[in-house]
């Protein structure tokens, strides 16, 4: 503070302060404090400028300075006159510059004399707030947390009691939320943010869906899904395998006796050894022979959703950010910041580059939210990209370690999509695969994987965490028991699972079904003259159709959604759902279609495009 | 060159204990864990009394699933439901899941109450659940009241992600630990003294580690507290149809539905949340079922957003739709599983009654006795206690749960589970401690007269105090500014 006053009276040519008496900023009525406190914060500069020691003898007063309560001054009758007009009380000067005169005058000048000196307006208004803020630092570190039975002082009916404050907020409460209960039910502000209808398009999109879906035969009318990434391709061979290796999955396998117990009891959080071991193949066969995956390494939850969120949880304190390049899944909002407090920072990529991570933009993005203060824990992305089905170079790969060794941040990837390939141009690597090799510190690197896409099961709810740090592995298995997956389905997956002949021919028909899908269908958008971003894996495709947008902007990209959902009755995701800076492109799942639908969803496209060249 | 992550670049959740589990309390688990007991290959191993699992009535849901396979969707009866089930993803749930679960609530109340389909969202069981309200109902450093001894469990399902505080209401012996009206008054109004922002009360009714439940009166001026107050009431509730014994079991649900039914109208439904879940009812820890009942319509669309994050698989909800929609199973089920456990707490304490050692009297449900081991303690003290329990598990070989872990404010009370073992071993797990008693046959006989212990009811809890102020995972005490709102 010595400093500041120093500071002070070099912006002041002119130094006035005089030797403040107590009264004029301390007032003994605690209510007028709390107007001066709110209202005004001339007298800051000034009440430093005097001497710091004042601070400390008006110590008792923090409880109404930390908590001025509207609604119970306004009901003191007292309170109007006092302040608005000049006091009747003779000892506390008004607050207000223009009934102040004599002593009130001086609170002014100082203020003047900062705002009129060099630092102008910024440091007239910054140097009386960061003022009270050290001010209210202070007090709170001087503050000792006392028993309230031993309170030095003793509440007192006379009002000036410095109490007066606390007790006034107290009654106050309890008055308001009385028996009547007229008063909202208070849930906690996250819950209501929560609570709060998502207005994303994407979640508009499903729900509209939901209330009116297409069936072929029950409800041709209705809205087609293209927006839920979902794969119904290979039903035919997970049923066959069912039918095949029957009562296995429920009951514990190899033709043992009927039992319940290794499934109804409590069975390690974390999943079981025995679906990690089998998970753990499956990985390496989806992933390319080239890596084997460690089941220690890994723990299983219920989904994809809150492996993100437990691995969030883990990395990255309530504040702090991870840098995402755009577009990126709609969910990641959901499932990344709703609970855990921790931010995503779009890292913008462009049609131009054929929307690929590029480290001069993710450099560009981590400085400035560096700038903003932010705590940059890691980057998050998805490869194969969801939405645009891109994959990550090997060269990419490296550049991202390297820049993620460099600011001592994490890896995530999201590699969810990685068996769902359909391209032969680009060979998918994962980044398990890259850090093989020993020059990476393997700690910060963690992946994210599920069956719900690779596999299509969604509904069995299976999620893996797989990560190169202990620290991380250990907190993870014990954030499971908040979200673990039930018995009978990881004894069912074990058997599937393990049966390696099936999933050699799952993964391969998977692939070529999907390739077939998307042959058929971005051969049907380009025949409408809608071009589909260069893609290799996904089950979706990233759609141009900013040819068939009226306004180039976000607000032109909706309202072709819009048609898109309402006239033409299909619903894809537009891209400001998922954050693209580019209007116009839409992604379009297809592998939830069969075959012969295809022609009518680009009918239904093609209706709305014609619409829109049309002018309408 | 590489760079080593060191432990500063994780979260303070994944490098703090917030989980709990370095407490003593968990080397009762690992003492188990590296030495089980088994009838035939390890006879003198640990035997497992602190799970407090439902082990009574397996053979009743065998014998019903070898009548249904269809339910399982994995034979081959049940394939053709098999496709619908594997993309189910919505986070409402099968609409027959939640129709079966809700009856079977009204079912374990007597059908006294009925319960709404459409207020069931799912959870990853009731840990998943409770945390599931938390995060609803509390800001972080915001508090929820809880009686003690409560489930130690809470500490962790409550607090650790939410931020949220729990502020203990001391029960004591003296009148069986019950809750009374002024303990539950003074503890709030302690909190609100102490500027703790008290947004609920959690009640675990049947108790958990006491196996007594709360009696309709008692339960009405709770509501009425918590209603008068303008906080919320959370009743776990998890426990309920393990009531074997009079007097008959009082939901807050039917406290609720009397409100209603009597045009009084009195309490806010808002304010009242229910926690369930299959594990200890049905004895289905594995399949992580949990339940969030709220009459709270954006508590129910909050939770239910929250749900993605512990759905529970579709394939199980298939399987729970079709086993508790039987009526006629869940009938028998019920009776049996009372029956049962009626039995086992009969043939447990009676065991134990033999050697003088008593249980908490008033207790009729649950899991657990709530065993009284004062007498054995060298001095009235948690010191002594924990000495007791390490002599317990490693000479007696027990792994029974200490009254301390249930924050219990007298030293020398200790849970016992019964339920998650056959006949036979419960048979030497009492002739173990019977053996035991023999050897402190001098320390049993004395009968001494104890007085309870209550002189610090109404002392508040330092620890919980510094921590809500001085916590460093609370986001608010980096600006005072922003602590200064009301």
């Not at chain 1, 404090?33 to 923090?62: K, N």
């Not at chain 1, 006379?158 to 009385?178: C, E, F, K, M, V």
């Not at chain 1, 069936?215 to 997970?238: A, K, M």
């Not at chain 2, 080397?27 to 497992?48: C, E, L």
């Amino acid at each position: 503070t010595g400093s500041l006053q120093n500071f002070l009276n070099h912006q002041k040519p002119n130094p006035r302060p005089q030797p403040q008496s107590r009264n004029l900023f301390f007032p003994s009525h605690p209510l007028y404090f709390q107007r001066t406190a709110t209202l005004s914060l001339t007298p800051f500069p000034l009440l430093f400028s005097s001497s710091t020691l004042t601070l400390s003898t008006y110590f008792p007063l923090t409880p109404s300075l930390r908590s001025p309560s509207p609604q119970r001054v306004s009901r003191d009758p007292r309170r109007g006159p006092m302040t608005e007009s000049p006091s009747s009380e003779p000892e506390p000067p008004s607050p207000k510059p223009r009934a102040a005169a004599g002593n009130g005058m001086r609170l002014v000048v100082p203020l003047q004399g900062v705002v009129q000196g060099r630092g102008g307006l910024i440091l007239g208004s910054l140097i009386p707030c960061a003022l009270f803020y050290f001010l209210q630092l202070y007090l709170k570190r001087h503050r000792s947390p006392k028993p309230p039975a031993s309170s030095s002082n003793p509440p007192s009916p006379s009002s000036s009691s410095p109490n007066l404050g606390d007790l006034a907020r107290t009654s106050s409460r309890s008055n308001l939320l009385g028996r009547g209960s007229i008063v909202p039910v208070r849930l906690s502000s996250r819950g209501m943010a929560i609570a709060k209808p998502n207005d994303s398009p994407y979640y508009v999109g499903l729900d509209k869906v939901a209330g009116d879906p297409f069936h072929r035969v029950d409800n041709p009318e209705g809205i087609i899904q293209l927006g839920l990434s979902e794969n119904t391709l290979c039903f035919d061979l997970i049923e066959r395998w069912m039918k095949e290796n029957l009562m296995d999955s429920l009951m514990g396998g190899d033709g043992a006796e009927l039992s319940i117990n290794g499934m109804a009891t409590y069975q390690p959080f974390d999943g079981l050894m025995e679906l990690k071991v089998a998970m753990a193949d499956f990985m390496s066969r989806v992933m390319g022979k080239g890596v084997s995956f460690d089941p220690s390494q890994m723990v299983l939850m219920a989904g994809a959703t809150p492996a993100i969120e437990i691995l969030t949880f883990c990395l990255a304190d309530h504040g702090n950010a991870f840098l995402i390049p755009t577009p990126y899944y709609p969910g990641f909002d959901r499932d990344i910041k709703f609970r855990t407090g921790v931010e995503l920072i779009p890292v913008h990529c462009r049609s131009t580059d054929n929307f690929m991570l590029t480290v001069t933009a993710l450099d560009q993005a981590y400085n400035q939210a560096r700038k903003r203060g932010l705590k940059v824990r890691g980057i998050l992305f998805s490869n194969p990209s969801n939405p645009v089905g891109n994959i990550l170079s090997r060269e990419t790969l490296y550049e991202l370690l390297d820049f993620a060794q460099e600011k001592n941040i994490h890896i995530i990837s999201d590699e969810i999509f990685a068996g769902s390939l359909y391209g032969t141009a680009e060979e998918f690597v994962s980044v398990a695969e890259i850090i093989e090799g020993e020059e990476f510190d393997k700690s910060r690197v963690h992946i994210i994987y599920g069956l719900s896409k690779d596999l299509s099961l969604p509904g069995f709810r299976v999620g893996v965490v797989y990560s190169y740090n202990e620290n991380v592995l250990a907190a993870a298995k014990r954030l499971t028991r908040f979200s673990s997956i039930s018995a009978p389905t990881q004894r069912l997956l074990i058997s599937m699972l393990s049966d390696a002949k099936f999933i050699e021919e799952y993964i391969e028909t998977n692939r070529k079904r999907i390739r077939r899908m998307y042959d058929l269908f971005v051969g049907g958008l380009d025949q409408l003259g809608i071009r589909c971003a260069k893609s290799s894996g996904g089950l979706y495709c990233w759609a141009d159709m900013s040819i068939l947008i009226a306004l180039y902007s976000e607000k032109g990209e909706l309202e072709l959604w819009d048609k898109l959902l309402n006239v033409g009755k299909v619903n894809v995701t537009p891209g400001s759902a998922c954050h693209c800076i580019e209007p116009g492109w839409f992604r379009c799942c297809f592998t939830a279609l069969a075959e012969e639908d295809v022609p009518l969803v680009m009918e239904r496209i093609g209706k709305v495009a014609e619409m829109c060249k049309s002018g309408h | 060159m590489v760079f080593k992550l060191n432990n500063q670049l994780l979260s303070r959740m994944a490098i703090g204990d917030g989980h709990g589990e370095n407490s003593s309390y968990f080397d009762g688990w690992k003492a188990y864990d590296s030495d089980p007991y088994h009838h035939q290959n390890n006879p003198d191993g640990v035997i497992q009394m602190g799970l407090a699992e439902n082990q009574l009535c397996f053979d009743k849901v065998e014998e019903w699933l070898k009548k249904n396979p269809a339910a399982s969707i994995c034979t081959p009866e049940g394939v053709a439901g098999f496709k619908d089930v594997a993309i189910f993803q919505d986070y409402h749930g099968l609409p027959q899941f939640r129709n079966a679960v809700a009856k079977f609530m009204g079912k374990v109340r007597g059908d006294r109450v009925s319960f709404d389909p459409d207020r069931i969202v799912m959870a990853g069981g009731a840990t998943g659940a409770h945390e599931t309200v938390a995060f609803c109902l509390a800001d972080p450093g915001e508090a929820l009241l809880v009686p003690t001894p409560y489930y130690p469990g809470f500490d962790r399902d409550l607090r650790w992600r939410t931020g949220v505080q729990l502020v203990p209401i001391e029960c004591d012996s003296a009148n069986n630990f019950k809750l009374r009206m002024e303990d539950l008054e003074a503890a709030y109004e302690m909190a609100k003294l102490n500027n703790i922002r008290v947004k609920g009360l959690l009640l675990t009714n049947p108790s958990n580690p006491l196996g007594t439940i709360l009696d309709g009166d008692t339960l009405r001026n709770i509501a009425a507290f918590t209603n008068e107050n303008n906080i919320h009431l959370i009743c776990d509730e998890i426990y309920s149809a393990t009531v074997f014994g009079k007097p008959d079991y009082v939901s807050i649900a039917e406290i609720v539905d009397e409100d209603r039914k009597s045009g009084r109208n009195v309490l806010n439904l808002d304010l009242i949340h229910i926690v369930y879940s299959l594990s200890k009812d049905m004895g289905f820890p594995g399949l992580r079922v949990g339940i969030v009942y709220s009459y709270n319509d954006v508590v129910v669309s909050c939770a239910r957003k929250m749900s993605s994050f512990g759905l529970v698989s579709a394939q199980t909800q298939h399987m729970i739709g079709s086993m508790l929609s039987d009526a006629e199973f869940v009938e028998e089920f019920l009776g049996a599983n009372r029956a049962r456990l009626a039995e086992r707490h009969g043939a447990f304490t009676g065991g134990l009654g033999r050697v003088g050692i008593r249980c908490l009297r008033s207790s009729n449900a649950g899991l657990f006795v709530w065993m009284d081991l004062r007498r054995l303690l060298k001095e009235q003290s948690v010191e002594a206690e924990t000495a007791l329990w390490r002599v317990i598990i490693n000479e007696v070989k027990l792994n029974v749960s200490p009254g301390s872990s249930f924050h219990c404010s007298e030293p020398g009370w200790f849970r016992v589970c019964f339920a998650n073992m056959d006949d036979e071993t419960m048979e030497v797990a009492l002739g173990r401690i019977r053996a035991f008693v023999a050897k402190h046959k001098e320390a049993m006989k004395p009968a001494r007269k104890l007085c309870a212990q209550s002189s610090l009811k109404l002392s508040f809890s330092g620890r919980i105090y510094d921590e809500f102020i001085m916590s460093p995972r609370s986001p608010i005490p980096q600006s005072p500014l922003v602590r200064a709102r009301t």
